[in-house]
């Protein structure tokens, strides 16, 4: 009896245990954050420039968050479900970004410069998979690829159609009706007044708004952010004087020479803490002052002078006032720009290298040594970790094999 007791206990058990079994394949984890075996899109450009899947069997860390729980960033009410959303508008960088400055979409790879002592590959779905592996001297990763599936200064699930809707209207007004007469200006121009404030302004709001959001690399502060958000949300009811409060400044780079001088520009942030907040699309260089400060002088590698900075920030204005910059300053800039990230490179590179030469040799390499060095990455593309960290190696692999 009690031996059919136990059994019976022993069945029952197993049974709780079997059902609590099939209750938990039933309900999903509340925390989706597992390591596990999967089938992962691997993300290749073909010979004819064509996107395709391969399936690739690899172990990733899946922690997706729940897209079904995203609110659009603007209006705060529907789903973000809208994909490839450019923070920085297309119309403007999309000669920076493409191969021959050229007009067409999606064409072209570039170099992000942001907090990192190096510069980051990318590429966009339309470029020839040759130009691709020419600048790399390799084949791109799987990372590589499926990057390339976005455009760059682009988002998804951030935003609502809805409100995609907005933004365009703001841009489109801007881009027909502002855009050409700025663009038409030569190097005689020192400056450009605005009369349509509204559109102006909006439109470069909208910049700065967007990029806060949306990229790490440059933030405003958040009460800020929130009076911004409320005025693009009602943009075509927004009071003017709510518009003019914030402290801007535009600088417009005249680029001469065909459409691939577009493509010595740059587009990105300045990543600082310090005021003015910089925004640079291609031909325009945006400013955002701090409304609760002097606004102090930065000479911002010569886009600034200190004899004329201050009338160029637009704050309660009549008409916006828009600085023109010479195509021969441009290239000043641009050099000043260059030479000051090139530094950093260098800087970084050779304390790379030093750490690396004191590992294999437990002693810091001669003067004689580091000059050789120097001389062995003036010849390479020093933005690219993947070069660099192959100069380095090949250097020290060369001395290793000495007698």
């Not at 470029?127 to 590589?144: G, K």
């Not at 302004?201 to 440059?218: A, G, T, V």
Request: with cysteine; net charge positive; hydrophobic share 30%.
């Amino acid at each position: 009896m009690k031996k059919n007791r136990k059994k019976k206990k022993e069945w029952a058990h197993h049974k709780k245990e079997l059902h609590q079994k099939r209750k938990n394949r039933r309900k999903p984890s509340s925390v989706p954050k597992m390591i596990t075996k999967v089938d992962i899109e691997q993300h290749v450009l073909d010979s004819n420039n064509v996107l395709y899947e391969k399936k690739k069997n690899k172990t990733i860390f899946n922690i997706e968050p729940n897209k079904e729980d995203r609110i659009c960033a603007l209006c705060k009410v529907h789903k973000a479900d809208k994909q490839n959303t450019h923070y920085l508008s297309d119309a403007i960088i999309r000669r920076n970004l493409n191969l021959d400055g050229g007009n067409s979409r999606e064409t072209g790879f570039y170099y992000t410069l942001g907090d990192e002592p190096y510069a980051k590959f990318g590429f966009q779905r339309n470029t020839n998979i040759d130009s691709v592996q020419q600048e790399l001297q390799r084949e791109p990763t799987i990372d590589e690829c499926k990057a390339a599936r976005n455009n760059p200064f682009s988002v998804n699930d951030t935003f609502c159609k809805d409100c995609e809707d907005k933004f365009t209207s703001i841009e489109t007004k801007f881009i027909n009706e502002i855009l050409p007469k700025i663009r038409k200006l030569n190097s005689d121009s020192k400056e450009i007044s605005i009369e349509d404030t509204k559109t102006t302004r909006l439109f470069f709001l909208l910049q700065l708004w967007r990029s806060s959001i949306c990229d790490s690399d440059f933030n405003l502060p958040k009460d800020i952010e929130e009076i911004m958000r409320k005025i693009l949300l009602n943009s075509n009811d927004c009071n003017l004087d709510e518009l003019k409060q914030f402290p801007i400044s535009v600088s417009f780079l005249i680029t001469d020479g065909d459409e691939k001088e577009f493509t010595n520009n740059i587009t990105g942030f300045i990543s600082d803490e310090k005021y003015p907040k910089v925004i640079i699309m291609n031909d325009f260089i945006l400013q955002y002052y701090n409304p609760q400060n002097e606004f102090w002088f930065d000479n911002l590698y010569g886009i600034n002078e200190l004899k004329d900075y201050h009338q160029y920030i637009n704050v309660n204005e009549e008409k916006f006032v828009m600085k023109v910059i010479a195509n021969d300053k441009r290239l000043k800039i641009l050099n000043n720009m260059q030479q000051a990230k090139a530094k950093e490179y260098v800087h970084y590179w050779i304390g790379l290298f030093l750490q690396q030469w004191s590992t294999h040799f437990e002693k810091k390499p001669s003067t004689q040594v580091i000059a050789e060095f120097q001389e062995k990455f003036s010849t390479v593309d020093i933005r690219s970790f993947d070069i660099m960290d192959k100069v380095i190696k090949d250097f020290i692999n060369d001395k290793l094999s000495l007698p």
